[in-house]
């Protein structure tokens, strides 16, 4: 147990909906993250919020959208997804980006299904 | 860009000994940071150690060290008197030194699965 929680756990989606994924970290960090982990492929990055701003976008299509409103909560919208989006979508907070002392905390993560 | 490379999709070891995951990168930056983390079964991804490139002592967290070599950009991780526990996806993990604007990724590696044999 990391002090980050998402949910759900698992979600599975038509390409025509819209749901949420929600994450909330209870270890006062100012810095949250998502990122999306396919199948034989690296992490990747999508959002970074730091303060509630957001300060990374990394090149997602509008179909993710992001909203942190305030440090402790972050979510990601989604809207029209593709099956190539299906993936594990982690979640992760840190201190304060940009801190010496910055290290990621990881969420159990959202394994979602797009048919 | 920064990449990071670990040659070695998959790994097996028997319990109780040790097992060394490779790491490569490459940066043309002088201070960073290095991790490992790692993803059990149940997805969760969990800090191993971390290593400031500033620093030339290796990291140790109990039965996990690290052998950081900057000039060569190879930072391996060993795991002694392994453990059932330890079976997992192995993640090397790059970041840059903290800057005061903009943005602070950690750049991955591909992944190593590690199986212990009982």
């Known amino acids: 147990e990391t002090g980050v929680t998402q949910t759900p756990r698992h979600l599975v989606m038509g390409m025509t909906n819209k749901k949420s994924l929600k994450c909330e970290q209870h270890l006062g960090h100012n810095a949250m993250y998502w990122y999306k982990q396919s199948a034989k492929k690296p992490l990747e990055l999508m959002f970074v919020y730091n303060f509630k701003e957001q300060t990374e976008n990394n090149s997602v299509p509008s179909r993710f959208s992001p909203e942190c409103p305030n440090s402790s909560h972050l979510f990601l919208h989604l809207h029209t997804l593709q099956p190539e989006d299906s993936a594990l979508y982690l979640c992760a907070s840190s201190p304060q980006q940009g801190s010496l002392e910055e290290t990621q905390y990881f969420g159990p993560g959202t394994r979602l299904l797009v048919l | 860009a920064q990449t990071v490379t670990q040659s070695q999709p998959e790994m097996s070891v028997q319990e109780a000994e040790t097992v060394t995951l490779s790491c490569t990168y490459d940066t043309s930056e002088s201070d960073y940071y290095l991790f490992w983390y790692k993803q059990p079964p149940s997805r969760q991804m969990i800090l191993v150690i971390r290593q400031e490139a500033y620093k030339q002592q290796n990291a140790t967290e109990n039965r996990f060290s690290v052998n950081f070599q900057k000039a060569a950009k190879s930072f391996s991780l060993k795991i002694s008197d392994s453990q059932l526990g330890d079976a997992a996806m192995y993640f090397c993990?790059?970041?840059?030194?903290?800057?005061?604007?903009?943005?602070?990724?950690?750049?991955f590696g591909q992944g190593t699965r590690l199986t212990i044999n009982p």
């Open positions: 993990a790059y970041r840059s030194q903290p800057i005061i604007q903009g943005a602070q990724k950690l750049v």
